[in-house]
């Protein structure tokens, strides 16, 4: 679905998952769009220098270590298509939201990427089914 240099520059996780930087996601959200993909949510990602997989817990220049997520939830009633397009919203302004400047120290070894979960509309009802 993704096309190949998108797929060869993302981070790889262990678990298979993608992680993009910011300038990859407006690409990436686009994509899922178009195939009528909902985006769950997402994360961000802390990919360290030398080190295979990530961490969810980021250092902060102030403060405690943080996690970055972010869920958009369907509505009742909300047609797919309506909730695809909201879900793309969200997570657009997600990406563009954190971090903020300031918010990670200088000195931060690595990378921040984001991390998206999707869903086709059938993908969905089988979760929202199995859940009842």
Known sequence: MF?????????????GE???TRAQIPMVVDIL???GLGILGGELWWVRDGIPDWAGVIPQRHGAPAVYPWE???LPEEPWLNFVE?????????VERWPEPGDLPDDL???VLYN??????AEYQNIRT???
Do not use: I, Y
């Open 3 to 15: 096309p190949l240099e998108l797929e060869r520059d993302a981070f790889r996780a262990t678990n």
């Open 18 to 20: 993608f992680g993009w």
């Open 33 to 35: 769009r178009r195939h």
């Open 72 to 74: 958009t939830k369907r």
């Open 86 to 94: 909201r879900a793309a919203a969200d997570s657009l302004a997600a």
């Open 109 to 111: 070894g690595g990378r």
């Open 116 to 121: 998206l979960t999707w869903v086709s509309e």
């Open 130 to 132: 199995k859940a009842v």
